[in-house]
């Protein structure tokens, strides 16, 4: 671990580097060298999960979650094939006034089985797998196919945020694919917003922020989610072309609880705006919460007090040339 960290000259600059060791100990019993390195790996992914950086042994309980990883790996592989994805849309609200400013696209996966899988266990998986790439691909053809349909029921655009990983923006190709949708389906710039995590952008900041910054100068709006969950710095967020900072359900759900809870909240709402950036408060489900972020300069809110996820949404504006477009989800 500490050779990995020692920092190496590349292209004329230093670059340090970090390593997730998984160590899996053969016991002595007979067994194999295959078993031995699914072993070592299902170790080396607890590791990373721990946020890398360290080492970890073995332990029995890996194995089923290693053994599990594979077959939701494996499912994964004909989940679009089969129609199990499906999208689900919950509105975006200006506090100020009650309207819906846009609406946030959210995955959902339930397979032929009926076994309903949430996002934050096949993700990560996907992420790890490359399978990311395919199923980021399938969420752009289909959030445009619905905002193309949605413009030419209401003659307006409704704004959709979609959650994309910092795995497709390694790569150019990301940045084209949602290019050539976008322009595929004749759908203005702006009207699709990129979503990310914290975590996810510190993860591999120098490239994501050159990427991030191509797609900005485009006109895409770009969001920061689940904020103060992470460990980013105010310096690098300053450096990141935001245009939104969405603040964490778990500090939301604490209004009214915890004073150190309200005291972040004040604070990021306070950053962002110095910042420049308009704040999203995520989780709002009840009157209290409303009014502390109102109270408190929060623009935007999102949660079950506004409604719930939905496959079905209506947009509809009193002027077909003046939005913001009022959003029902049905």
């Known amino acids: ?87 689900q849309y919950q509105p975006i609200v200006t506090l100020a006034n009650g309207q819906a400013q846009g609406c946030e696209a959210l995955l959902r996966w339930q397979t032929s089985s009926g076994e309903a899988l949430p996002p934050n266990v096949f993700i990560p998986i996907a992420e790890k797998s490359g399978q990311i790439m395919e199923i980021g691909q399938w969420v752009i053809e289909r959030v445009c196919a619905q905002a193309l349909q949605w413009h030419v029921q209401h003659r307006a655009w409704p704004n959709i945020a979609i959650n994309i990983s910092t795995r497709q923006l390694r790569t150019g190709e990301f940045r084209e694919a949602f290019t050539r949708e976008m322009q595929r389906n004749q759908i203005p710039m702006g009207v699709v917003d990129l979503e990310l995590t914290e975590t996810g952008v510190m993860e591999n900041p120098d490239f994501v922020l050159a990427e991030l910054h191509r797609l900005h100068d485009m006109g895409v709006r770009i969001s920061i989610d689940d904020f103060g969950t992470g460990y980013s710095s105010l310096d690098y967020l300053r450096r990141l072309p935001l245009d939104f900072l969405k603040v964490d359900r778990s500090f939301t759900a604490d209004i009214g609880k915890s004073p150190s809870a309200e005291e972040l909240i004040r604070v990021m709402i306070a950053v962002a705006h110095t910042m420049g950036l308009k704040v999203i408060a995520e989780g709002v489900e009840n009157d209290a919460q409303l009014d502390f972020l109102l109270q408190h300069g929060c623009d935007y809110g999102q949660g079950y007090l506004f409604g719930r996820p939905g496959s079905l949404l209506e947009a509809q504006s009193t002027s077909a040339a003046s939005p913001p477009v009022s959003l029902a989800i049905v």
């Open 1 to 87: 671990l500490d050779s990995i960290a020692e920092p190496i000259t590349l292209d004329g600059g230093p670059t340090s580097g970090s390593v997730s060791i998984g160590i899996a100990v053969h016991g002595g019993k007979g067994g194999d060298s295959s078993q031995l390195l699914k072993n070592a790996d299902a170790a080396m992914y607890a590791s990373k999960l721990k946020g890398g950086g360290s080492f970890h042994f073995f332990e029995q309980d890996m194995q089923k979650e290693a053994e599990q990883r594979r077959r939701i790996q494996k499912m994964l592989e004909t989940a679009i094939a089969n129609n199990e994805l499906s999208l």
